[in-house]
């Protein structure tokens, strides 16, 4: 099994439709990230959060909201998903001081029709 | 405000040839520079990282120059090969396992 797996991997929804992208992992790692990837745009951190109790805003956080349920889980929805928001979504984890970076998931790639 | 700058968005060298891509920061709080390379279909995953104390670091065929003075930083591929066609991203954070600020990306395409 993956270290970080996300579901779904390919998801197509309406504009106006709430969505939820998990993210669960068995690294063990307290923290974790949620990104998008645009062309050009690089990875664009959305929401991130340093322990189950700890939530923070990204650079891109309007329009998505997040929930860490427990260490190995965290799931990002968009309220009311829309066009600009197609894009591939990425969850990664890590820890603090651990020079081995970042271990991402294999991405979610969300189209808004 | 993009606080990685990354150039350039593409590039294309032929087997055996240097690929060199290159990343200017903003924020001088910023202690760890890694590169991530993706293939299509997968996450990005670290290939070699940096701290500013020293000026370069040799991991194979790949090597990171940095620049402290000029905030600019860059990852050479020698004797690129076909397989390492893919995007790289430059990142920078505040120590190692902290939130990571990505440049934009760059394609490599190389040619056998």
């Known amino acids: 099994d993956a270290d970080v797996t996300q579901t779904p991997r390919n998801r197509i929804t309406k504009t106006g439709k709430r969505i939820m992208l998990e993210c669960s992992q068995t690294?063990?790692?307290?923290?974790m990230y949620w990104y998008r990837q645009d062309p050009g745009l690089g990875l664009r951190l959305i929401y991130y959060?340093?322990?189950?109790?700890?939530?923070n805003k990204g650079e891109i956080s309007d329009g998505y909201s997040v929930s860490r349920q427990a260490q190995a889980k965290f799931s990002l929805s968009l309220e009311s998903a829309i066009p600009n928001q197609t894009a591939l979504y990425f969850c990664?984890?890590?820890?603090?001081?651990?020079?081995?970076?970042?271990?991402f998931g294999s991405g979610t790639r969300l189209t808004v029709v | 405000q993009q606080q990685v700058k990354q150039s350039p968005q593409s590039l294309i060298v032929q087997k055996g040839g240097i690929s060199i891509i290159n990343c200017a920061y903003e924020n001088t709080a910023f202690d760890y520079f890694p590169w991530y390379q993706q293939f299509p279909g997968k996450g990005p995953a670290l290939l070699i990282a940096?701290?500013?104390?020293?000026s370069e670091k040799k991991e194979g065929r790949f090597t990171i120059s940095f620049n402290k003075s000029a905030k600019q930083f860059s990852l050479h591929i020698m004797d690129s090969q076909p397989g390492d066609s893919a995007t790289y991203f430059c990142?920078?954070?505040?120590?190692?396992?902290?939130?990571?600020?990505f440049g934009g990306g760059t394609r490599v395409l190389v040619k056998p």
């Open positions: 990142a920078a954070s505040m120590t190692a396992g902290n939130k990571l600020t």
């Open positions: 690294k063990g790692h307290d923290r």
């Open positions: 990664a984890t890590s820890e603090l001081d651990r020079s081995y970076g970042y271990t």
């Open positions: 959060s340093f322990d189950v109790k700890d939530i």
């Open positions: 940096i701290r500013p104390d020293v």
